[in-house]
């Protein structure tokens, strides 16, 4: 199967948007206890970037979670690979993620933080692709919402390639 | 669960019947005024709840019946999926006619022992009393016809045909129950062992026909959402005897998004008959949540999960 990439975002529509969540979310979270959980590994790069565009104290923290097949044990659950570092108890914790489609993840991600009782959860997406959803959660900030399409590019991978992209791209299949 | 309908001609003990029978087996009776109430508890319109009452116009009438016969079959379906009933008239013997565990009671008596029964109970002349006979036969006539546009003097319907005149009504009750008794145990022996279906339980191993749907099951499990796999066939279409002529039966049910979901691996183009399906669905059963997963969302779940077959050769980037 051959793929070809065809442009969905530009580096400028990206950053432009990234700055435009950093404004928001400065402006709603000023006066309380930030902390961004960054989901590892794919939202790394979104998670800097927005970051660097907050202009109110945060703690950054980095959650990883296994994701299903990459387990020796096929019949695995999911569990957490690289747990928080900080206590999120009494703090407002927003979750920053690279795409949001099925849900599953982050539905696994929001039930287990929420025991842990923070002072606020959300959830902050760079691209959302609601099309793809199999279970119902939240997204407090959305960057871009995409069709339903298979996106590369800025941390988003494919067998680990194309995370380095500066820009987001759909993964096409070309027609034989 | 079981279903016992009982349909009889007016005066000729079939309420007596239904009643005693309900009570030896401990099933529920399920009667005009309690699936009145439970229609109506479903948001069925009043007039529509009193569908045999009325006589619309004839123009309304196809749509009125259609809508009718589809809330009491589903209406009726639900409540029998959970416990054993003994349903009286509503022409359970149409609705229930292919249900598996099923038996059909049919009792008459001749007129004039009819008439002799309901001048006794209701304290009438003779006169009246025939009156009141007539009266009511015609009114059942009516309603079978117009809800199922068919003729309720059909022997293939019934299991079962009890004179009460010639048996006595507590004969007739005796006989009923002992063939009911009959049934179950035929019922009993043809579920040998070797037959009995297999039951699935949720998040075990289960007999799916796909293996997309083994590997769905296998993802929802990792991620610890509870599944249930084919838990409700919706029927979606019925022919003018209200057997289901169409029905559909969505793969999963995740009870804790309240959704269910149908895995389809065909191709685009062969998808249309599941999506005409899904409107169907959506139009009879507003309130139910479903979607369908088609082939590309669920091959971008693999290739998410790095679990699809393909390899990545010969790329031009191009962004």
Redesign the interface.
């Known amino acids: 199967?051959?793929?070809?990439?065809?442009?969905l975002l530009s580096q400028e529509e990206i950053q432009a948007e990234i700055a435009r969540l950093g404004k928001t979310i400065s402006t709603d979270y000023a006066g309380k206890e930030l902390v961004l959980v960054c989901v590892l590994r794919g939202s790394v790069y979104f998670a800097v970037d927005l970051s660097r565009q907050l202009s109110i104290p945060f703690t950054l923290d980095f959650i990883s979670i296994s994701?299903?097949?990459?387990?020796s044990d096929?019949?695995?659950?999911?569990r957490i690979t690289k747990d928080l570092d900080v206590h999120i108890a009494g703090k407002d914790v927003l979750i920053v993620e690279d795409i949001v489609?099925?849900g599953?993840?982050l539905?696994?991600l929001l039930?287990n933080l929420k025991t842990r009782h923070p002072a606020g959860l959300r959830v902050c997406a760079l691209l959302n692709v609601p099309?793809?959803r199999?279970?119902?959660v939240p997204v407090d900030y959305q960057g871009f919402q995409l069709p339903?399409v298979?996106a590369v590019?800025y941390g988003l991978d494919?067998?680990e390639?194309y995370r380095n992209?500066l820009?987001i791209?759909a993964?096409v299949e070309e027609q034989q | 669960m079981t279903v016992i309908t009982v349909s009889r001609q007016f005066g000729a003990g079939g309420e007596l019947l239904a009643r005693a029978v309900a009570e030896e087996t401990g099933f529920l009776l399920v009667d005009r005024k309690l699936i009145a109430s439970g229609l109506a508890e479903l948001g069925l319109p009043p007039q529509l709840v009193r569908f045999d009452e009325t006589a619309p116009k004839a123009e309304q009438l196809e749509k009125k019946r259609r809508f009718y016969v589809t809330a009491l079959h589903e209406y009726l379906t639900d409540l029998a999926a959970n416990r054993s009933i003994v349903l009286l008239g509503r022409g359970g013997q149409f609705l229930f006619r292919d249900h598996p565990d099923a038996f059909h009671i049919f009792i008459h008596a001749p007129l004039t022992q009819r008439v002799e029964w309901v001048s006794q109970i209701y304290g009438l002349e003779e006169k009246s009393a025939v009156r009141l006979v007539r009266e009511q036969e015609q009114r059942k006539k009516r309603y079978i016809r117009r809800a199922f546009g068919h003729s309720w003097v059909d022997l293939a319907l019934y299991d079962l045909i009890l004179n009460t005149a010639r048996l006595t009504p507590q004969g007739a009750i005796e006989i009923a129950l002992f063939a009911f008794s009959r049934f179950s145990e035929r019922k009993r022996q043809q579920l040998s062992p070797a037959t009995v279906p297999e039951i699935p339980e949720a998040g075990k191993a289960s007999p799916f026909k796909h293996q997309s749907e083994t590997e769905f099951a296998r993802v929802l499990d990792f991620y610890n959402i509870p599944w249930q796999y084919e838990p409700r066939t919706f029927p979606l279409q019925w022919d003018s005897e209200g057997h289901v002529t169409e029905a559909f039966t969505p793969d999963f049910y995740l009870p804790d998004q309240n959704i269910y979901v149908e895995l389809t691996t065909q191709r685009q183009k062969l998808v249309w008959r599941k999506n005409k399906k899904m409107r169907r669905l959506k139009e009879l059963y507003p309130e139910v949540n479903a979607k369908i997963i088609y082939g590309k969302d669920y091959s971008s779940l693999l290739k998410k999960f790095g679990l699809d077959k393909n390899e990545l050769k010969n790329d031009r980037r191009q962004p």
């Not at chain 1, 199967?1 to 442009?7: C, D, G, N, S």
């Not at chain 1, 096929?74 to 999911?78: F, N, T």
């Open positions: 199967m051959k793929y070809r990439l065809e442009r994701s299903y097949g990459q387990e096929p019949l695995g659950i999911v489609d099925t599953l993840s539905n696994y039930r099309a793809r199999i279970v119902a339903n298979y590019g494919y067998h390639r992209l820009e791209a993964l």
